[in-house]
């Protein structure tokens, strides 16, 4: 969903060459898109926060996104930390620029639909330097050791297990049990959850520098 056409159609043009891409449906605006979601199976919906007179977060109200049929990734020209860290609260899979190469889209478009997470680097910077006013305070228990916030680092980026062992020269199964350990500080299961918890509690005490 844009309001803008131009940037809207020639979307559509490049994911219908997609092959594994069906495109349901596109629209400028959040009345038409609520009616393609309530007709149409949708696995992930691209959305734009700045939509003119609306606001492309608006489409979120009232939806729990993590128990929804469908991931939602944000293109946008920019938001606030705080807009962001509320998206992404809500449920919202990833936010990757619209200036952004389309084959980072398109990667971050079958990222976004396998359940894993996407966050432009750019973004991730940004909510990394400025945390959250509310974010937990660091305890003993829950401080991570250099190995740790390495791996986590990583994460981070974008870098795959295989990747992260050969960055550290270590066995990609110590990256796997640091990984582990990094579930359990955090209290969840999976990377995206791991990346979310990460950025939106302890970026303060886990990823400044």
């Known amino acids: 969903m844009d309001d803008h056409s131009l ?6 043009r ?3 060459a997609e092959a594994d891409i069906t495109i349901a449906g596109h629209c400028s605006g959040l009345a038409k898109a609520r009616e393609i979601l309530a007709k149409d199976n949708v696995d992930v919906v691209l959305l ?4 003119g007179e ?5 489409l979120l109200r009232g939806r729990d996104l993590r128990r929804s049929n469908f991931k939602v990734l944000i293109v946008t020209a920019g938001m606030r930390d705080e ?12 936010v990757i620029f619209k200036h952004s190469g389309p084959g980072h889209l398109i990667e971050a478009i079958r990222k976004v639909a396998a359940g894993e997470m996407w966050l432009d680097t750019t973004v991730m910077r940004s909510l990394i330097a400025s945390p959250a ?3 937990k305070p660091a305890e003993a228990t829950r401080s991570l050791s250099g190995r740790q916030r390495e791996v986590l680092l990583r994460i981070l980026d974008g870098f795959s297990n295989k990747d992260i062992a050969s960055q550290l020269n270590i066995s990609e199964s110590s990256v796997k049990a640091t990984i582990q ?7 969840v299961r999976t990377r995206s959850q791991l990346v979310r918890t990460a ?3 302890y970026s303060s005490e886990w990823l400044s520098k």
């Open 48 to 51: 734009d926060y700045d939509l």
């Open 7 to 12: 940037f809207r159609e020639s979307l559509v």
């Open 181 to 187: 350990e990094l579930f359990h500080k955090s209290g």
């Open 133 to 135: 006013e509310d974010s």
């Open 199 to 201: 950025i939106e509690n």
């Open 14 to 16: 490049l994911l219908e």
């Open 54 to 58: 609306e606001v492309g977060t608006e």
């Open 83 to 94: 807009v962001t860290r509320g998206a992404l609260s809500s449920g919202v899979a990833g």
